[in-house]
């Protein structure tokens, strides 16, 4: 059964960092592109990272650009989230998905499956 499941998610203060997991099962995530979310209370869902299958090529929000990095591991068939310097206005729901096309376009209707989310806090 296809199946994206999102770990690490927790509570950090300003400045700190948290690793998320993407867990595939039922799928190799070598063969798409897969997308990571957040989303805000109050607030519509924004793409924050993505890597393709093709070359490993991969997107940022500029929002994030510089401080979160995204990369896959292929034996464990899991998609990471580095998240450095964590801000405030970071902390959502954070969701991974997988892309039908093997597109980085953060256009949600592009991704098939997703998984339940993982919440981030990031407080003082």
């Known amino acids: 059964q296809l199946q994206l499941v999102e770990s690490g998610g927790g509570l950090v203060q300003p400045g700190g960092s948290l690793r998320l997991s993407c867990s595939a099962s039922?799928?190799?995530?070598?063969?798409?592109?897969i997308g990571w979310f957040r989303q805000a209370p109050g607030k519509e869902r924004e793409g924050v990272s993505c890597i393709r299958r093709t070359g490993g090529t991969t997107n940022y929000a500029s929002s994030v650009k510089g401080r979160f990095t995204i990369s896959r591991d292929s034996a464990k068939n899991t998609v990471y989230l580095q998240m450095d310097s964590l801000k405030p206005e970071d902390t959502a729901v954070y969701f991974c998905a997988r892309q039908k096309y093997d597109s980085c376009s953060f256009y949600a209707p592009g991704y098939d499956s997703w998984g339940q989310g993982t919440q981030v806090t990031v407080s003082s």
């Open positions: 039922g799928f190799s995530l070598d063969y798409y592109a």
